[in-house]
């Protein structure tokens, strides 16, 4: 039984972020389809920031009519509207309406907002129903969670999204009598392995089995035996891989159990309100800038060199969140000038990628191996070391207090919507990057 038990919080816990996770790791396809092109990610980070209206709601109904909240209705509502949602963007996430003289993936956006609504809500929802069941069962729910970035990151890897190739073509210009005859490279994507389509099928499949788990969780009697072995370590850093991005997770049961690991020899630094100040302002900015700032523009640094290195960038960095928490549950530091260094040096990666969106569609080493291979490595460093400071500063703030880790979450959730509506406009009013096809860009060599 508790094995079962086991392998059903792990497929509770993908159907908390597969869907999200999975729109941005096929972008490398759909940015070549869409209307919105190379602008599409800046569109996405905004309707991302809007979806929070949902555990907004959850939060005032429990702040303003406690204990009248059913979350497990909750939980069952939102997990088939992110069912449903998946199903219905694989049937029309290419179906455009024309809005103002152009064209607009009305229907794409709609869906994505609800898809993201579901996302953002199971941050107040999935971890207090979890919070019925034994603690050891929470570190596995965690584990599920982080495969809901990892297993769209390894579809997208097999399905080879956003294959391109250059094509010469010749076209004659001129009359019968002095006719020139002119050639031309363009770009030419290859069909992946298998449809956009399909994608979005497998994602309708994993909230299914997601929702499966959670009616055979929900309706097993509360009255059995549990068993209380561990089946994997059971630390702080566990529940706050996904805590941190998804504030006002942490309840009463999670402090209880943080209260049980603590011992008369295991005692935690005080910290200053100096040293507060930098943890809060840590939180704000590493928040901005993987969220808002660089999402934004992952297409306009990665595209120029062409749609390998950005199908690369973009399915391996959505596995860099679950890598960083399974290497901070094995090297763990709480020191604030390490992680200060940390965060230079991932903000040192991310402005290189900001730079090269800056260049776009001519940045440094373009056409080459290096530059392909410098790009996808700066954004995998980017999110790896980032992802491991918001880990750490979780644990760090989990320690202190129950408040200072939801303040934790408010400071996250600020840092994301301010880099997400300072990125929009510079993207789609003021144009300050610019597009490019890969084949027939007129760089200088």
């Not at 997208?156 to 294959?163: K, R």
């Not at 901005?288 to 960038?313: E, K």
């Not at 290497?327 to 991310?350: H, K, P």
Request: charge should be negative.
């Amino acid at each position: 039984m508790a094995v079962l038990v086991h392998l059903l919080a792990c497929a509770f816990g993908l159907g908390s972020w597969v869907a999200v996770n999975g729109l941005w790791v096929e972008l490398p396809l759909i940015v070549n389809t869409l209307p919105e092109g190379w602008d599409l990610p800046s569109f996405l980070t905004v309707i991302i920031q809007l979806a929070n209206v949902g555990p907004l709601l959850v939060t005032l109904m429990h702040r303003l009519c406690p204990g009248r909240l059913k979350e497990h209705l909750v939980i069952y509502s939102i997990l088939c509207i992110g069912m449903m949602s998946c199903l219905l963007l694989a049937l029309f996430w290419d179906r455009t309406t024309v809005i103002g003289g152009a064209p607009h993936s009305t229907a794409f956006f709609i869906i994505t907002f609800f898809l993201a609504l579901v996302d953002c809500t199971s941050s107040v929802t999935f971890l207090p129903f979890m919070m019925q069941l034994p603690a050891n069962y929470i570190t596995t729910f965690f584990i599920g969670e982080g495969l809901s970035g990892f297993i769209p990151g390894v579809i997208a890897l097999a399905q080879g999204v956003g294959m391109a190739k250059c094509v010469n073509s010749t076209h004659t210009t001129g009359n019968n009598s002095s006719s020139e005859e002119l050639w031309s490279f363009h770009t030419e994507y290859l069909p992946p392995n298998f449809s956009t389509e399909l994608f979005f099928f497998f994602l309708a499949l994993m909230m299914c089995v997601s929702l499966g788990a959670f009616i055979t969780l929900n309706k097993l009697p509360r009255t059995f035996e549990m068993s209380t072995e561990n089946l994997v370590p059971d630390t702080p850093v566990s529940s706050v891989c996904s805590g941190l991005d998804n504030p006002g997770t942490d309840t009463e049961g999670e402090s209880n159990h943080g209260d049980r690991e603590e011992g008369p020899s295991k005692v935690h630094p005080k910290h200053s309100i100096a040293q507060l100040c930098f943890i809060y302002c840590v939180v704000v900015w590493v928040n901005a800038v993987t969220n808002g700032v660089l999402p934004s523009v992952q297409t306009y640094s990665c595209i120029p060199y062409g749609n390998l290195a950005y199908h690369l960038s973009a399915a391996l960095s959505s596995v860099a969140n679950p890598l960083a928490c399974t290497v901070a549950m094995f090297a763990q530091t709480r020191s604030l000038v390490f992680l200060g260094v940390l965060t230079f040096l991932g903000t040192g990666f991310g402005s290189y990628n900001m730079a090269m969106a800056a260049m776009s569609p001519c940045p440094l080493f373009q056409g080459t191996m290096l530059g392909e291979i410098l790009i996808v490595l700066s954004w995998l460093c980017f999110t790896g070391t980032l992802s491991y400071v918001k880990v750490m500063v979780g644990v760090i703030l989990r320690d202190r207090s129950h408040s200072a880790l939801v303040w934790c979450g408010a400071a996250a959730q600020m840092g994301s919507l301010l880099g997400s509506v300072t990125m929009f406009p510079l993207v789609n009013s003021y144009r300050l990057f610019q597009a490019g096809d890969f084949c027939s860009s007129q760089c200088p060599s």
